[in-house]
Every structure is written in C-alpha cells, then in structure tokens.
Nanobody, 125 residues
C-alpha cells in the first residue's frame, strides 16, 4: 500500500514562512509529485508540482514568487517552502503523486493517483 504523509503545517502570522514535507512509503515510481490545497467550502486547487528529476517545476499564479517546491528523489520526499504567507493561503494542504509519465505539467487533481491525509496551514492577520 502506497502512503504519502504530510508534515510541517501550523499557525503563522501573515508575512511569515512555513516549510511542508511529504514523505512517501510503500515503494513506487512517480513522474511528478504535487501540492494541492482546500479551504472550507471551497474546491481543491493546484498549488505546485515537481518532476522526477527535481528540475522541472510549475506553480499556480497565486503562489508564484512566494512558494518553492523541491524534491529529494533519494529519500522520496517533496518539500514546499512557503514565504510571505497571506491569510488567503489558509487551507488543508495535500501532497499527491502521479504514477505515469507525463509530457506536460499535471495541474489537475484527476492526474494524481495517490494522496496524503493533509496538513493544516493557518495564517493569521
């Protein structure tokens, strides 16, 4: 059974920073691992994704210039460094993995077959 486990969430003041981690277990190959987020009463939205090599990265417009995604392939771990946080960043953050090769950046939740349980990020004003 493949498992993804997020950690690093918490409460932070607006303008502050948090670093999220996503650790995989169970053994599997992925082309991309990404982050999504969902606030109460809202849809799950794409945040960022990174390729197997760790060199190809894509971001939602709302987080460009503030968030950085990276991947440690040896440890099967993906990180999301979040800087200059805003109250509108408050959400449950999920990591997700794609199990097949992609020719373009996967931005839809429908392209991800494995999901973690999520970690809460709360940004106070």
């Amino acid at each position: 059974q493949v498992q993804l486990v997020e950690s690093g969430g918490g409460l932070v003041q607006a303008g502050g920073s948090l670093r999220l981690s996503c650790a995989a277990s169970g053994g599997f190959f992925t082309s991309y691992i990404g982050w999504f987020r969902q606030a109460p009463g809202q849809e799950r939205e794409f945040v960022a994704t990174v390729s197997r090599s760790g060199t190809l990265r894509d971001y939602a417009d709302s987080v460009k210039g503030r968030f950085t995604i990276s991947r440690d392939n040896a440890k099967t771990t993906v990180y999301l460094q979040m800087n200059m946080l805003k109250p509108e960043d408050t959400a449950v953050y999920y990591c997700a993995a794609v199990g097949s090769v992609k020719d373009s950046f996967p931005r839809s939740h429908r392209e991800y077959g494995y999901w973690g349980q999520g970690t809460q990020v709360t940004v106070s004003s």
